[in-house]
Every structure is written in C-alpha cells, then in structure tokens.
C-alpha cells in the first residue's frame, strides 16, 4: 500500500489529496510522502490542541504559522527538522491554490532559521578499503570460531551493497529501489531512479559487479527482470531497505574501528570527496551524483580546498 493511501483514513481529506499528488503525478519518492504526511499531521495535531479545532485551511492565518516556528523552536529541533516542516506547509498550500481552494497561501515569505553550513564526513581512501574488506573478513571470523558452517550469502550481500554504494555513488534510497534490468553487464552502467523519480546513468566499477555476481551466484534463484538487486533473506522476496542497509553498515563500522554513526550517506560523501581529489570535474561530479542544482555539488569543493589548504600549511616552509 502507498504511503498516501495509507493516510486516506487518518487525517484531514485535503492532504490525502496533497500525499496521492506528490505521490502519483509528481513522482515524488516514498520518503518525501511520508516525511511530508509526518509534518502535515502534526501540525494539524498542534493547531488542535492550540486552538481547540482542527483547522480549517481557508481561515489559516499568517499569526499562527509564526507561533506553531516558535513553538517548533522551543522544542530546540534542528534547523533542517524545521525547513522540512514549513517546506511541507508551504508545498500544501500551493497544491490548494492551485486547486482554486484559496486565494493565496497564508505561509508566504515567513522566515524560517537557515540551515547551518556543514561540511560533509567522509571516510578516507583506506578506510574505504578497510571497510569494502570486513563482511568477508567477519564472515571469516564467524566461521572460524563456528562448531557448524556459517551461511556466507548475508556477508557477500553487504559486501556487494557496500561496494555498489561507494562505487556508484548512490543514495540508500538508490540502492534499496535498483532492480536486476537496472545493472547493464557489458557496457558496466547502472540505470538509477533518483530523487522525483528522475532516471540517471552511472558506471560501477568491476570490484561492485563481481561483488554482486559472487552474491547472485549464492542465492537460491538467478535475479532478473524487476526483481530486486539486493534481498533482505536470501529466500525472501522483499528487497532491502533503509534500515537493514544502515543496521548492517553499523556492524561493520564498529568491527573496523570506524565511527558507528557514520550513515550510508557518508559513503555517497566519501564517493564525491575521492573523485574530487583524483581530479574530477565538478559538472561530472554533479551529473554522477544526481544533484539538480550545481551548488548542491559544491560544498565538496569546500572540503577538498580545505584539506589542500591544511596539507599546505603542514608541508610548506613559509606557509
């Protein structure tokens, strides 16, 4: 069931009509929808316990979008958990504009907090290396310290998810949704769905694709067609998902001695940072990774400067 039809019974009928929109004729991803109803129904549970009543959008007025910011701020939230609150207000409110339901939206030009700059984490070239290696090697531990044999199939699918990851570049909404068709063996491409269910083509490297042949070549069945790439149990027929892709990247994490909160994302960072610094330009860059705007690409730029700068400091004489 989708995201929107799953809503259909639980809240206000003008956002189920919002949800199956960004759904179905915006393409918008799951993720979207469902951070989307999160936001819009708890704002709908504020403004009822504020004012007595469920709201009713045409009477919405610019004071009580301010006062729901201050009430969001006194719950110290993070300026993004913020942004993606008042970004689903203001998405809805159009949707009802457009739909003739309002003259116009009464959220318009409220300022909401910035979001702060960060530079994105990333790991090291060799920490990549090391953290590629350690589902095998653990697989090896397991065994070697196992009375019975130990089931390799878990450990050559996280190998070949890790490896497609870096190798790719993908979001872990990327990884989770890619089908069997999707992987083209001769000319080492994938097709990926990106955000807005926009299509992109990448290369994968040779270490990914062997990595997936060893885990294909493990399963009870041979993938094709729309099947997934990547199973949650070798004779289920679900595919993996966000959480399992995490769970699974944090056991490894911690079995290298890396830091165990580092998220799936961080190696679509670590993707970015290593091609910058062999010499990729940023147009490819932005293209390999999906990004719709150039800027989105350039924060990768800041953190590759600021290691030369750092090496230049260290390394030269009258630096």
Same mark, same amino acid.
């Given at each position: ?77 993070? =300026? ?6 008042? %970004? *689903?207000?203001?998405? &809805?409110?159009?949707?009802? !504009?457009? @739909? ?70 993908? =979001? ?6 890619? %089908? *069997?068709?999707?992987? &083209?063996?001769?000319?080492? !491409?994938? @097709? ?79 993707? *970015? ?9 940023? @147009? ?36």
């Amino acid at each position: 069931m989708s995201v929107a039809a799953e809503s259909s019974d639980c809240t206000d009928p003008w956002i189920g009509k919002f949800l199956a929109h960004i759904e179905n004729e915006r393409t918008g991803s799951e993720y979207t929808v469902r951070n989307y109803k999160h936001a819009l129904e708890e704002f709908v549970s504020w403004f009822t316990e504020s004012y007595g009543d469920a709201p009713t959008w045409k009477k919405c007025e610019r004071d009580q979008f301010r006062a729901y910011l201050r009430a969001l701020s006194r719950r110290n939230l993070k =300026r993004a958990a913020i942004q993606l609150r008042f %970004s *689903a207000l203001r998405s &809805f409110f159009k949707f009802l !504009v457009r @739909r003739g339901k309002l003259p116009a939206t009464p959220i318009k030009n409220i300022s909401v907090p910035k979001l702060e700059k960060r530079l994105p984490k990333f790991l090291t070239a060799e920490q990549m290396t090391t953290l590629l290696e350690s589902p095998l090697k653990e697989w090896k531990r397991m065994q070697e310290n196992s009375d019975k044999p130990v089931d390799k199939n878990p450990y050559l699918r996280d190998c070949a998810m890790m490896e497609t990851v870096y190798s790719c570049g993908l =979001r872990v909404s990327e990884l989770c949704g890619l %089908s *069997a068709e999707d992987i &083209f063996w001769g000319e080492q !491409v994938v @097709r990926v769905r990106g955000k807005g269910r926009k299509e992109r083509i990448v290369p994968v490297g040779a270490p990914a694709m062997a990595a997936i042949e060893a885990y294909w070549k493990m399963l009870p069945f041979m993938p094709g067609g729309d099947m997934p790439v990547f199973y949650s149990k070798p004779r289920a027929d679900r595919g993996v998902y966000p959480q399992l892709v995490q769970k699974q990247l944090k056991k490894y994490l911690v079995a290298c001695g890396l830091d165990p909160e580092l998220t799936p994302h961080k190696l679509r960072h670590s993707y *970015a940072t290593h091609l910058l610094d062999a010499g990729a330009d940023l @147009r490819s860059v932005q293209e390999l990774l999906g990004h719709a705007h150039l800027v989105t690409t350039q924060v990768y730029t800041h953190l590759t400067t600021d290691r030369l700068k750092k090496a230049y400091d260290e390394a030269h004489p009258r630096a």
